[in-house]
T-cell receptor, first 111, second 117 residues
Framework: SQELEQSPQSLIVQEGKNLTINCTSS?????LYWYKQKYGEGLIFLMM?????EEKSHEKITAKLDEKKQQSSLHITASQPSHAGIYLC???????????FGTGTRLQVTL | GAVVSQHPSRVICKSGTSVKIECRSLDFQATTMFWYRQFPKQSLMLMAT?????????EQGVEKDKFLINHASLTLSTLTVASAHPEDSSFYIC?????????????FGPGTRLTVL
């Protein structure tokens, strides 16, 4: 089965600082999704990456998928308190759109 | 993006009670929906794939007689936790959509927090 490992597990950054979260897969990724979750709430879709080397940006968040399609990174520029939450990467297993999720990264942004 | 709703958002019940959770796709038809559970400070674990008009497909280790799934229409899937016990307390999230189903991604409901006393 496919496993996803995220690093770091938790992160505390000062407002305005940049940060990067990594997601490493045990197998080649068909598709890699990034979601954000506030505690006790559902998941908010951020971005999806499919092609090796692909990079997408939305506001201050940029996600990349490496050429070998086994690792993705999520980069936040000039972090804000609104960025706080749990970031989850999810991999398309290639079977009927089922997703496997990473272990999650808990982000806190301090003033 | 597409909207998925869940009801109820929170439920507290006594041990032995059966609890039904609804998942609805509000602005698109979903032939397939997914049910996940999430324990505190842990990631989401896929429980089962709900297929409209046919039996659900359960992941290894998930008891189908305990977690009953019914996908009666293209916009509604229900998860019933039969005779719930304290160890069933968790956060249950559904999703709909995905590659091959008309959308590039899965859209998630807001989740249902189940507490069994």
């Amino acid at each position: 089965s496919q496993e996803l490992e995220q690093s770091p597990q938790s992160l505390i950054v000062q407002e305005g600082k940049n940060l990067t979260i990594n997601c490493t897969s045990s197998k080649t990724l068909y598709g890699l999704y990034w979601y954000k979750q506030k505690y006790g709430e559902g998941l908010i879709f951020l971005m999806m990456l499919q092609k090796g080397g692909e990079e997408k940006s939305h506001e201050k968040i940029t996600a990349k998928l490496d050429e070998k399609k086994q690792q993705s990174s999520l980069h936040i520029t000039a972090s804000q308190p609104s960025h706080a939450g749990i970031y989850l990467c999810g991999a398309d297993t290639g079977t009927a759109s089922k997703l496997t999720f990473g272990t999650g990264t808990r982000l806190q942004v301090t003033l | 993006g597409a909207v998925v709703s869940q009801h109820p958002s929170r439920v507290i019940c006594k041990s032995g009670t059966s609890v039904k959770i609804e998942c609805r796709s509000l602005d698109f038809q979903a032939t397939t929906m997914f049910w996940y559970r999430q324990f505190p400070k842990q990631s989401l674990m896929l429980m089962a794939t709900s297929n409209e008009g046919s039996k659900a497909t359960y992941e290894q280790g998930v008891e189908k007689d305990k977690f009953l799934i019914n996908h009666a229409s293209l916009t509604l899937s229900t998860l019933t936790v039969a005779s719930a016990h304290p160890e069933d307390s968790s956060f249950y999230i559904c999703s709909a959509g995905g590659r091959g189903f008309g959308t590039d991604t899965q859209y998630f409901g807001p989740g249902t927090r189940l507490t069994v006393l």
